[in-house]
């Protein structure tokens, strides 16, 4: 019998996130950890009427195509899976990692070339997404080698991970519900701002967000949710920011980020640790050296870094910023094929809106 969180978890996902209709066309991703969570999954499709279609994913499989794949199979983009994209009406992706870092060793070249090559999947992603074509989330299955990761013991994981997700109480949907009233207070705030000032230690940013639309993520697209973002307008930024927590991208480690803008560029990077990957991904493309997106983190039930992104960049009292591509429906207008989030702890920090103090030490101060 399953765990009943996990049978609460995927009715959360069918019913909430992504509200499988009669019909639906539904790409179910995860790996073979996550078998529990696809099979409750896969009923849920079933019952409200969808098209269960399942992808298991695997972490050796990746470290064997960068260990035996040429240049031409690196830049090459699958018909199959473009079709899959273009054609689905919901994707369910499951992050259910047996090795939290197979890449780890991969020559940072392969995974530039690699990234480039699928940047079609990311626009045709954007863009369907944008038109509300493809409904999407991305959740979590406690594996060991995530708790292993988050310094976790696997119960404890488990604990936290359904706690992020609210699927430890009855009504899960309702509590996701009062969250998004909570969060729809803060888009009201950031929605009248033109431009934004961030202070914190090493970090005094600048950025125009005037014009761009705020969206809150409220458990559609993320499981656990819970932070509100927007696209800076491009060319803005300017200032120095450094990163709190490691930055994690594909599995490369990169810690004590330090970015300076200058017209919205990225014109100076360093890291404390992997300096040299930080390097080789900022090379992806031009759309690699902008912010893409500017959020938020509002889930107050996590309260510590997992090295977990799902996790992570929802902190209550942080900030995030992904270089990279921009989500359309923010009106950003970034364009790569890469979306880096990089996490910064505001719970000793401020942020000014048009000089106006409105958030201090991981907190909104004002009501709208």
Same mark, same amino acid.
């Given at each position: ?197 961030? @202070?914190?230690? !090493?970090?005094? =940013?600048? $950025?125009?967000? &005037? ?5 809150? %993520?409220?458990?559609?697209? +993320? ?114 094929? @890469?979306?880096? !989030?990089?996490? =910064?702890? $505001?719970?000793? &920090? ?5 000089? %106006?103090?409105?958030?201090? +030490? ?7």
């Amino acid at each position: 019998m399953a765990d009943p969180r996990v049978s609460r978890l995927a009715e959360l996902l069918t019913s909430y996130s992504v509200e499988v209709k009669d019909g639906d066309e539904v790409l179910i991703t995860a790996g073979v950890e996550a078998l529990p969570l696809i099979r409750e999954l896969y009923k849920h499709v079933l019952i409200r009427g969808g098209n269960p279609f399942v992808v298991i994913v695997d972490d050796v499989l990746d470290e064997i195509f960068y260990k035996y794949a040429g240049e031409k199979q690196l830049k090459h983009l699958s018909p199959i899976e473009k079709f899959i994209q273009e054609k689905i009406d919901v994707r369910i992706s499951i992050l259910s990692r047996s090795h939290t870092k197979p890449l780890v060793n991969v020559d940072p070249e392969k995974l530039r070339l690699r990234q480039a090559s699928r940047r079609e999947l990311t626009e045709i992603f954007m863009r369907r997404h944008a038109s509300g074509e493809l409904r999407w989330v991305v959740s979590i299955y406690p594996t060991n080698a995530l708790a292993q990761e988050a310094g976790m013991g696997p119960i404890e994981y488990e604990d936290f991970a359904y706690r992020a997700c609210m699927v430890d109480v009855e009504d899960p949907i309702g509590e996701w519900r009062k969250q998004a009233e909570e969060q729809k207070k803060m888009v009201e705030i950031l929605s009248k701002v033109d431009e934004l000032k961030i @202070i914190s230690k !090493d970090t005094e =940013l600048f $950025m125009k967000v &005037g014009g761009r639309k705020w969206i809150s %993520d409220d458990g559609h697209n +993320n499981m656990p949710a819970g932070e509100v973002f927007s696209a800076p307008i491009e060319d803005s930024v300017e200032g120095t920011v450094k990163f709190t927590y490691p930055a994690i991208w594909r599995g490369i480690e990169v810690e004590g980020v330090k970015l300076r803008f200058s017209r919205g560029e990225v014109v100076e990077a360093h890291a404390e640790k992997g300096e040299e990957k930080l390097q080789h991904i900022l090379r992806t493309d031009d759309g690699a050296r902008r912010l893409g997106e500017i959020a938020f983190g509002l889930n107050y039930k996590i309260v510590k870094h997992t090295r977990q992104i799902l996790f992570d960049e929802k902190i209550g009292g942080t900030m995030h910023m992904a270089l990279g591509a921009a989500y359309p429906d923010t009106g950003g207008l970034n364009k790569s094929a @890469i979306h880096w !989030d990089m996490i =910064l702890d $505001m719970r000793e &920090g401020k942020v000014y809106g048009d000089g %106006d103090l409105i958030y201090e +030490n991981g907190r909104f101060l004002i009501k709208p």
